[in-house]
């Protein structure tokens, strides 16, 4: 192995091939109806899962919502940009226009729908009186408290008249398939985008305990919500029966397909698990302890996927992954023949329009030779700003899919 570096990005590129839309959800899509067939969607992955719907089926009736900078061509579905992580006007125009769309189906009609990580930031509708300043205000105070993803989930459901089931229930009594790639630790199909398509038995008690456990200031408009009752549907209501949600890709294949690549390479390699939860850098801490005691005759592989969470402290430009590399790099400490990658796979960690980064044993010679100090950057939340210094961040683009982290720890043998 002749470049550590570049086979671990390997790994991370082959993981993310096996979550391509195009490569793996025709499939699962059953034979055309021959009624009226609606396709939406919502999330990172949506437009480049409707292309492959219309690859399938040809041209479609439908509209879903994805990123800017992700969208696909279609024939037929209309594709709306919007933001993320934060909403915006454009999400909140398209996500009335989808639930204005599916209330006019019948039970003959069918609606397709395709969701996936990104959905909860871009399916936008607020409950009650609140604005979709306040919305985004209460989204970014959950984005730098270090809430885990499920706990936040929970609050925008309870904040969305859209969420918890609540995008099912619009479409009824139409019959509803939906199409899911999971992002979420566990692959809950609830937890997923927050679950448009799926009932939810949290309540606004719950919002209210996860507000205060993160000492989380709200407007007087959302404790208005959460005291009337929100439209959260509970998961026997009547109104989810014609629904399927199948989750068609997941974090697990996506590792278990680099664990494949690396066995053939004769690696030894050990899953750590695809639903790890945690502040990153203690996360990383525990890795690099592993790391040291996994070295033998044999290269090792650490393989984990999941989503981590980073508390932000400072005002760099920070994300789970790049966080987590940066806290490895500093516990390894140069420990000679580790190296490793941590990226998102849909190609943007936290606020950076990057990946992830690489570490190895010169990581923090190449620190010092740059004049920048690691602890420092960890410090202020500026592991992306570190990385950028020293040359090793991965950038990908858009990569259309989304299956949460990917961390990837290569154990050189004992020499």
Same mark, same amino acid.
């Given at each position: 192995?002749?470049?550590?570096? /570049?086979?671990? %990005?390997?790994?991370?590129?082959?993981?993310? @091939?096996?979550?391509?839309?195009?490569?793996? &959800?025709?499939?699962?899509?059953?034979?055309?109806? @021959?009624?009226?067939?609606?396709?939406?969607?919502?999330?990172?992955? /949506?437009?480049?899962?409707?292309?492959?719907?219309?690859?399938?089926?040809?041209?479609?009736?439908?509209?879903?919502?994805?990123?800017?900078?992700?969208?696909?061509?279609?024939?037929?579905?209309?594709?709306?940009?919007?933001?993320?992580?934060?909403?915006?006007?454009?999400?909140?125009?398209?996500?009335?226009?989808?639930?204005?769309?599916?209330?006019?189906?019948?039970?003959?009609?069918?609606?397709?729908?395709?969701? /996936?990580?990104?959905?909860?930031?871009?399916?936008?509708?607020?409950?009650?009186?609140?604005?979709?300043?306040?919305?985004?205000?209460?989204?970014?105070?959950?984005?730098?408290?270090?809430?885990?993803?499920?706990?936040?989930?929970?609050?925008?459901?309870?904040?969305?008249?859209?969420?918890?089931?609540?995008?099912?229930?619009?479409?009824?009594?139409?019959?509803?398939?939906?199409?899911?790639?999971?992002?979420?630790?566990?692959?809950?199909?609830?937890?997923?985008?927050?679950?448009?398509?799926?009932?939810?038995?949290?309540?606004?008690?719950?919002?209210?305990?996860?507000?205060?456990?993160?000492?989380?200031?709200?407007?007087? /408009?959302?404790?208005?919500?959460?005291?009337?009752?929100?439209?959260?549907?509970?998961?026997?209501?009547?109104?989810?029966?014609?629904?399927?949600?199948?989750?068609?890709?997941?974090?697990?294949?996506?590792?278990?397909?680099?664990?494949?690549?690396?066995?053939?390479?004769?690696?030894?390699?050990?899953?750590?698990?695809?639903?790890?939860?945690?502040?990153?850098?203690?996360?990383?801490? @525990?890795?690099?302890?592993?790391?040291?005691?996994? %070295?033998?005759?044999?290269?090792?592989?650490? &393989?984990?996927?999941? @989503?981590?969470?980073?508390?932000? %402290?400072?005002?760099?430009?920070?994300?789970?992954?790049?966080?987590?590399?940066?806290?490895?790099? &500093?516990?390894?400490?140069?420990?000679?023949?580790?190296?490793?990658?941590?990226?998102?796979?849909?190609?943007?960690?936290?606020?950076?329009?990057?990946?992830?980064? !690489?570490?190895?044993?010169?990581?923090?010679?190449?620190?010092?030779?740059?004049?920048?100090?690691?602890?420092?950057?960890?410090?202020?939340?500026?592991?992306?700003?570190?990385?950028?210094?020293?040359?090793?961040? !991965?950038?990908?683009?858009?990569?259309?899919?989304?299956?949460?982290?990917?961390?990837?720890?290569?154990?050189?043998?004992?020499?």
């Amino acid at each position: 192995m002749t470049d550590p570096q /570049s086979f671990l %990005r390997h790994l991370f590129d082959r993981a993310v @091939e096996v979550a391509d839309p195009m490569q793996s &959800l025709a499939a699962y899509l059953p034979a055309r109806p @021959e009624g009226r067939m609606v396709v939406i969607g919502a999330g990172k992955a /949506s437009a480049r899962m409707a292309e492959a719907v219309e690859g399938a089926y040809g041209p479609c009736e439908g509209l879903v919502i994805t990123r800017y900078g992700y969208g696909r061509p279609c024939k037929g579905i209309e594709i709306v940009e919007a933001a993320h992580p934060v909403p915006d006007e454009a999400g909140m125009a398209a996500t009335a226009r989808m639930l204005e769309l599916v209330s006019e189906l019948g039970e003959d009609d069918m609606v397709l729908a395709l969701i /996936s990580g990104g959905a909860s930031a871009l399916l936008v509708q607020p409950a009650g009186n609140i604005t979709l300043a306040e919305k985004q205000a209460v989204n970014q105070a959950l984005l730098a408290s270090g809430a885990p993803i499920g706990q936040m989930n929970v609050v925008r459901k309870h904040l969305s008249r859209v969420k918890g089931g609540q995008l099912a229930a619009a479409a009824y009594p139409a019959r509803m398939l939906a199409l899911m790639i999971s992002d979420v630790p566990g692959d809950d199909p609830a937890m997923i985008g927050s679950g448009p398509t799926v009932g939810d038995a949290s309540t606004p008690a719950d919002v209210q305990a996860i507000l205060d456990r993160y000492n989380l200031d709200v407007p007087t /408009s959302v404790t208005d919500v959460l005291a009337a009752g929100t439209g959260v549907i509970p998961p026997g209501d009547a109104r989810l029966r014609a629904v399927e949600n199948v989750i068609y890709a997941a974090p697990s294949q996506s590792l278990e397909a680099a664990a494949d690549m690396a066995r053939d390479d004769g690696l030894d390699v050990r899953i750590l698990g695809d639903a790890l939860e945690g502040e990153a850098r203690d996360v990383a801490a @525990e890795h690099a302890r592993l790391a040291r005691a996994a %070295r033998g005759d044999r290269p090792v592989l650490l &393989l984990s996927g999941g @989503e981590l969470t980073v508390t932000r %402290r400072g005002d760099g430009i920070g994300g789970p992954n790049a966080e987590y590399a940066l806290a490895l790099a &500093l516990a390894l400490d140069g420990a000679t023949g580790i190296h490793a990658i941590a990226c998102d796979t849909d190609g943007v960690d936290g606020a950076a329009e990057v990946a992830g980064a !690489v570490i190895g044993p010169d990581t923090l010679q190449k620190a010092a030779d740059a004049g920048t100090d690691p602890r420092a950057s960890l410090d202020s939340n500026d592991a992306h700003g570190f990385f950028d210094r020293i040359g090793d961040q !991965v950038v990908t683009g858009p990569t259309l899919t989304n299956v949460n982290d990917f961390r990837a720890i290569l154990i050189e043998p004992d020499r």
